[in-house]
């Protein structure tokens, strides 16, 4: 948030929505670990005064230009429904309002 802070202080204003970003999951390890809603960060920009504008794709870190187990016909089939049923359950549970 100290970025937020500084950006705020030089334009004399503050920031109304703060943009942060994940991927589904954590590929540096076998076996991927998904990650869970980010209860943390919006919390954090919550806290600042602002609404979280959340970019989630489907694509794991590291990152590379094929994704070949994060196909979007990979979430059309309902691969990734019980993964983005448990992060939409966690998102309803933190109960605060933001963009995603």
Not at 32 to 60: D, N, V
């Given at each position: 948030?100290n970025?937020?802070a500084?950006f705020?202080a030089?334009?004399?204003?503050?920031?109304?929505?703060?943009h942060?970003?994940?991927?589904?999951?954590?590929c540096?390890?076998?076996?991927?670990?998904?990650?869970?809603f980010?209860t943390k960060?919006?919390?954090?920009?919550r806290?600042?005064?602002?609404?979280?504008f959340?970019?989630?794709?489907?694509?794991?870190?590291?990152?590379?230009?094929?994704?070949?187990?994060?196909?979007?016909?990979?979430?059309?089939?309902?691969?990734?429904?019980?993964?983005?049923?448990?992060?939409?359950?966690e998102?309803?549970?933190?109960?605060?309002?933001?963009?995603?």
């Amino acid at each position: 948030m100290n970025a937020a802070a500084d950006f705020e202080a030089e334009v004399h204003k503050p920031l109304s929505l703060i943009h942060f970003s994940s991927p589904f999951a954590d590929c540096s390890q076998s076996p991927c670990a998904q990650y869970a809603f980010p209860t943390k960060p919006m919390e954090s920009i919550r806290g600042h005064g602002a609404i979280p504008f959340f970019s989630w794709s489907s694509q794991s870190t590291p990152s590379s230009l094929s994704e070949p187990d994060f196909q979007l016909s990979d979430i059309v089939s309902g691969r990734y429904d019980d993964y983005i049923t448990r992060f939409a359950a966690e998102a309803a549970a933190w109960g605060q309002p933001f963009f995603l």
